[in-house]
């Protein structure tokens, strides 16, 4: 069960919401071409479920405007992401590749015993 934040109002929620919005996009918009890091690593918040679940959301979103991209990685065994090469998306009319990602309180509890 998550409890509210302290002295919160839909206004600082929404405030941090897009506070995350440009952190995420940032990070992203600051790696190289060749750049990837295990998905997790971008969205995962250890000391809060609905944070996580709030940062995936906002991951969906850059899916969805082609900024992001994730791919499996067959010998890691998990998840990357990297940031969309725009002038190569564009040219070849790339189209974003959407997954469908599983992630409830367990998936949550797990992650945190790996990742700390």
Request: aromatic share 8%; hydrophobic share 30%.
């Amino acid at each position: 069960e998550t409890t509210p934040l302290l002295g919160s109002d839909s206004n600082s929620d929404k405030r941090n919401s897009e506070k995350r919005q440009r952190q995420i996009r940032g990070k992203i918009e600051s790696w190289g071409r060749e750049y990837e890091m295990r998905f997790a690593e971008l969205f995962f918040n250890p000391d809060s479920f609905g944070e996580t679940i709030e940062n995936l959301f906002v991951c969906s979103s850059l899916v969805n405007q082609n900024i992001l991209a994730l791919d499996k990685d067959p010998v890691k065994g998990f998840t990357v992401a990297r940031r969309v090469d725009q002038q190569s998306a564009a040219s070849e009319n790339q189209e974003p590749k959407r997954h469908v990602v599983k992630f409830d309180m367990e998936a949550f509890e797990k992650l945190r015993s790996e990742m700390g």
